[in-house]
């Protein structure tokens, strides 16, 4: 039996509201991650996946509502805690670093203030100290010159030395989790790299879990322990990286595989792409959401959506209808 | 910095040319002359009167002369005499300018003592009653003509309760508290009407700013609501605000003409109603030399204060 996750979701929903009424973005999702553990969720713009990550720290903003699940932190239902002790978890046990290192920054406020400033918030350090933590922080994250550039401000640095800046401040208070909302998306190539190897070495030193979100299979392969596949506001697949890449089961993460440029692909091949569009959110089929695009559909799928079942190995779990009595079988074979 | 201001300063001179030759000639478009003025005081006065008085008072020569003459005369820190009182027109803004400075500086603490809280409580509270009140105010005080609320303050309170604001002008280094009884007046409807702009545009400003990511960033720090307005939202909300407050300093000063005028208020505005009345040319120019040189130094405090607010203009 497992020790219980660090953090649990279970049957999350999440709808916003906009012009064209209340629209679900979130349609039960349940994930789980383990101390120390680092777990991508992965899908298109649109998937839910952002939305996820932030009902955890309740950072939906006005429009977005949660309809139901639970997110229990560390024994703590963090959807039913007080304004106040929310408060006291961001940035303290929870840390989130997101996609824009260059809006992410408040403009006017120097990077020192806005490292030191949860230092401030939670350890009730004197200003001195916690900028002399937010300078220890800053060389942590190999910002050149860390202690001088205390007094720097956001457009004196590039988007990577500001994503470096976003990483130490969620370090600050030694957080439990962390999640890195498309920590790499607004980079360059070459230093997306460098940002993602500089997070889960400091994760990793923390011992601190990561959500990782990332619409890039490719980063899910090298830093993630378990991945989770969202598709319209679901969760369509979840399993260790290793198992998912070796057996993808779910028609839609094998199509992401699929479209990955592959180093030794044929040259001048054109690179296999998922047909048609995602569905829009506020008019969901009534079966599976995959259907309009899913080369295996059959009667089935148009009418009833698929549940999260095992899929072959302990762990894997899919929303297939396809081939579900095989699947099944298998499962049941290894019991 | 420094450079900048001297430029700045610099180019002050050319801009207050030709508002200076837009006063002088629109002052003598205006119908009925000075002379006339001082001859229907006295019946009796003859052609030969009108002749000698346009001659005493340097009026008798071309328009473009006397311009000279009196630009001349200011680059050489003399700014005239007014041509009714025989006193010069220097001393007489020395004696009404800081009564109209007080006037305004009392009047900008209120309208941002106003605006800034009930604009940032707006945006917070968006679309709730508390909203809806405060800029249904602002619009009123938009709409409200500020002679118009003046006359009522002025009239009301006294058949009402046998109460009327104090009119009696007391020098503010003589008895502060007197002074002030009678300033605060027509510096609350001053400062009220300021207030209406500068509210609504805080309110949107704050509302853009509460948007931005760098604010998520925040929240997700753990800060309170109270700090995420103070050290986060307002100094980057307050930007377009600066620019406002400086646009409005002229509106200040056409503000002051109407409230000095209500209250008996013994400053610039009284003495340029009065000057522009008896057509006393040179009062009128001084008046309005005061007037450009402290709209024009307001807009460069102005811009001078983004280098505090914004670092990016700072470093450029």
Known sequence: ?335 | MQAYIVRRLLALAPTLFFASLIVFISMRLIPGDVIDLMLAQNDIATGQDRAKIEAALGLDQPVYLQYFRWIGGVLQGDLGVSLWRNVPVADQLWATLPITFELGFLALIVALTVALPIGVYSAMRQDTAGDYVARSFSLLMLAVPGFWLGTLVMVFPSVWWRWAPELEYTPFFEDPLKNLAHMIVPAILLGLSMSAVTMRMTRTMMLEVLRQDYIRTARAKGVGEALLVARHALRNGLIPVVTLIGLQAPLLIGGAVIFEQIFVVPGMGLLLLEAVFQRDYPVVSGVFLVVGVGVLLINLAVDVSYGWLDPKVRHQ
Not at chain 1, 125 to 154: F, H, M, Q, S, T
Not at chain 1, 210 to 222: E, K, P, S
């Open chain 1, 1 to 335: 039996m497992d020790p219980a996750p660090l953090l649990d979701i279970s049957g999350l929903c999440v709808s916003f509201r906009t012009d064209r009424g209340l629209v679900r973005a979130v349609q039960d999702v349940s994930l789980q991650v383990r101390a120390g553990e680092t777990l991508a969720i992965v899908g298109e713009s649109g998937s839910g996946k952002s939305v996820t990550a932030l009902s955890i720290l309740r950072l939906l903003g006005e429009a977005g509502r949660v309809d139901a699940g639970r997110i229990v932190f560390d024994g703590e239902d963090l959807l039913a805690l007080e304004d106040r002790a929310i408060r006291a978890i961001r940035g303290d046990r929870i840390a989130m670093i997101f996609q824009e290192p260059m809006s992410s920054l408040n403009p006017v406020l120097t990077i020192g203030m806005q490292v030191a400033e949860p230092i401030r918030l939670h350890r009730n350090a004197p200003w001195k100290d916690a900028y002399e933590r937010a300078g220890e922080l800053l060389e942590r994250v190999r910002i050149p010159d860390a202690a001088g550039r205390l007094g720097d401000y956001p457009h004196q640095l590039s988007g990577g030395m500001r994503q470096r800046v976003m990483i130490a401040m969620a370090l600050a208070c030694r957080p439990r989790l962390i999640i890195a909302d498309e920590p790499t998306t607004a980079l360059d190539v070459t230093v997306q790299a460098q940002i993602l190897e500089l997070l889960k070495e400091l994760t990793r030193q923390a011992n601190s879990a990561l959500i990782l979100i990332t619409h890039d299979l490719g980063v899910v392969a090298r830093y993630a322990d378990r991945v989770a596949v969202m598709y319209a506001g679901s969760i369509v697949e979840t399993a260790p990286a290793r198992a998912l890449y070796a057996a993808p089961a779910h028609p839609y993460t094998r199509g992401l595989m699929a479209s990955i440029p592959s180093i030794d692909g044929a040259i001048g091949a054109r690179l296999p792409t998922i047909d048609g569009q995602p569905p829009d959110l506020a008019r969901l089929p009534p079966g599976c959401a995959f259907a309009l695009r899913c080369p295996h559909v059959f009667e089935t799928c148009r009418a009833t959506p698929p549940a999260l079942m095992e899929a072959g190995t302990a762990g894997h779990l899919r929303a297939c209808h396809l081939d579900a009595d095989a699947a099944g079988a298998a499962v049941q074979e290894r019991t």
